[in-house]
């Protein structure tokens, strides 16, 4: 399907029940290949604290998160905030030899 027709009917799809990912692998040939978290701590805005129920003063999580397709185009772009007093992240880390980065890293995942 071509890129604009894809982007058309993405503007008529229901994605309540439906996954954006899935939708975009599917019907565009396009899958999400890779995307990056950026976890911040800050102070809210009064309009954000007043979203979360929170005094102003308590810092919240800012969450950013931008995601590409195979073919390097930016699909998604979110930023969320959570409470930091009810938001716990684990991350687990599993050394994978095989796998190398530039530099002589090596990916963890």
Not at 22 to 47: D, K, S, Y
Not at 66 to 83: D, F, I, N, Q
Request: proline share 6%; hydrophobic share 40%.
């Amino acid at each position: 399907m071509c890129l604009l027709r894809c982007i058309v009917e993405l503007l008529d799809t229901d994605l309540t029940q439906r996954s954006l990912y899935a939708f975009l692998e599917a019907c565009c040939g396009q899958p999400i290949t890779h995307g990056q978290r950026a976890i911040e701590a800050t102070l809210p805005t009064p309009h954000i604290a007043e979203l979360l129920d929170i005094d102003a003063d308590l810092p919240v999580f800012k969450i950013a998160m931008p995601a590409t397709c195979k073919m390097e185009l930016r699909w998604e772009h979110s930023v969320g905030y959570h409470r930091s007093d009810r938001t716990l992240f684990e991350v687990q880390l599993v050394r994978n030899a095989e796998r190398s980065l530039p530099g002589g890293y090596t990916l963890i995942e």
